[in-house]
């Protein structure tokens, strides 16, 4: 059972250079999410997705963009990378938003942006 | 809007018990509680829902003050495996749409 998977695991970008996360579940949860996590700190939600064809800012979303054309798969592009978007990628997903629904975590893509 | 919690960081002895406390300044549906281990996907502990239910899981228990907007993670008789970061999680009452927001992190060391 693969769960929430994320890919790449790893990936250094230069300045400017452009970029997919890209995140696929398998629980058929409507709900999907894009965390950063800097250094020592928590985590801050980017976009988040109640369904295919929806999806909303979070906390943090400057910078990137997201799309949801399937119930698996939520990719975030970052397009023009900036030093300041070095961090820990976490994608998440639950069955549901309000009402209770633990999210399930991939592993994360650590990005180094040069 | 990112929840407060307290303390920041905390070291126990194997057996001890521990309390993380976990604020916020809106009204909210539900807190989550969730363990980080260096390194790794934070995993979920549990869901605490308004109505001030509480909730364990093996010897980790949870409240939720709904009057106050607070949630108190109880670890007790703590064990090696309890070591970690752990993050409460908030989704606000209204308003905010489907947002949530993680809180600051407490670091937890438990040495033998």
């Known amino acids: 059972n693969a769960g929430v998977t994320q890919t790449p695991k790893f990936r250094i970008l230069k300045i400017g250079q452009s970029m997919t996360l890209q995140c696929t579940q398998d629980?058929?949860?409507?709900?999907m999410y894009w965390y950063r996590q800097d250094p020592g700190m928590g985590l801050k939600l980017i976009y988040y997705s109640v369904g295919a064809g929806i999806t909303d800012k979070g906390e943090v979303p400057n910078g990137y963009n997201v799309s949801r054309s399937t119930t698996e798969d939520f990719p975030l592009r970052l397009e023009l990378a900036a030093p300041s978007q070095t961090s820990v990628y976490f994608c998440?997903?639950?069955?549901?938003?309000?009402?209770?629904?633990?999210?399930?975590f991939g592993d994360g893509t650590r990005l180094s942006i040069l | 809007q990112q929840p407060v919690q307290s303390p920041q960081a905390v070291i126990l002895r194997e057996g001890e018990d521990a309390v993380i406390n976990c604020s916020s300044s809106k009204a909210l549906y539900s807190v989550h509680w969730y363990r980080q281990k260096h390194g790794e996907a934070p995993v979920f502990l549990m869901i605490?829902?308004?109505?001030?239910e509480q909730k364990g899981h093996e010897k980790i228990s949870a409240s939720f003050n709904e009057k106050k907007q607070q949630s108190s993670l109880y670890l007790t008789a703590s064990q090696l495996s309890y070591s970690g970061t752990y993050f409460c999680?908030?989704?606000?009452?209204?308003?905010?749409?489907?947002?949530?927001?993680f809180g600051t992190g407490t670091s937890l060391t438990v040495i033998p």
């Open positions: 999680g908030t989704e606000p009452r209204s308003g905010t749409g489907n947002q949530f927001y």
């Open positions: 998440a997903s639950s069955y549901s938003g309000q009402g209770g629904q633990p999210q399930h």
């Open positions: 605490l829902l308004k109505g001030g």
């Open positions: 629980m058929n949860h409507n709900y």
